[in-house]
């Protein structure tokens, strides 16, 4: 019966800290996440992210509204919700870096009453067979992560929960950890995970969620996110000429100039296509050495939110 309810599901729900002088570090959230999707949530720092992720990990208690885990309360229902969930929370924290993986991994076994014979496929499938009996403080960052994710999947749960999984690993890393994730997807697991990333939930997620000062402001396809990312995208170029650099902000499109170092100027845009004006306009003004890279996060925030007419 309950598998019939979405996965998870939030209503109204809010959390407060009176040691942060009452401030709500989420407030009216509503959220739906519906089975096998990766969902995405984005935000500022202290946006909330991962007090969402605590109260549906049942580590900390709304104040407010409610959460459950495919059909379960999250406050009054713990044990019914902890065997649904697997929680990554990530960094060193909960890895034994003295032991090995099979080690850890036999160890978190033994504690959630999972026979042992679930490490091996375990350790397959997150790649670390070949290192499995070697100490964890020798391993990348990538490697621990992996490490994270199969103690997450060690009891079988149908919702995955991970707060920024790749967040310090290289692009190769990142990519190896993303493909575990489409993995999760691809067995109807359920995912929400925090990520600062915008091309990776571009990348990896159904739907993403914009959280912004524990408000949930916005549920959007990925596509927009790529749009966002295509607008609002920005040229960095070296040796600029003064009055080439004064032309560039009546180009169409420009939001910004600004001039991070002498001889470098920024150039900020949001509209579509605007870049390629840009790029077009000191290519014939002489100017060679220009990268575009995509906005930051904090960017696009400020710009959509501001578009919407919400507090910037
Ligand atoms: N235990 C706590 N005590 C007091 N305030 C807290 C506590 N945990 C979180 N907060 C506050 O709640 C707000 C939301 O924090 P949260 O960690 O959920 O944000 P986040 O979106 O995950 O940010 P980041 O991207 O930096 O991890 C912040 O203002 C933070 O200071």
Redesign the pocket.
Known sequence: MSTQQPPIVVRDLGRS?R??GG?R?LAGVDLTVDRGEVHGLL??????????CRVLSTVLLPTSGYALVDGHDVVTQTAAVRRLIGVVFGGERGLYARLTARQNLRFWAALYRVPRTRVDPLLDRVGLTERADERVQTYSRGMKQRLHLARGLIADPSVLILD?PTTGMDPVAAREFRVLVERLRAERRTVLL?T?DMAEAEALCDRVSI?DG?RLIATEQPAAIGRWISRYEQVEAQAVPAAVAAGLEHLPGVAAVRSPRPGTVLVETSEEGAVAVVLRYLLDAGVSTVATTPPSLEQVYLRVIGDRGLRV
């Open positions: 800290f040691s942060d401030r570090a935000g500022p720092n202290g946006a909330g992210k991962t007090t969402l920024e925090t600062h959280l524990g």
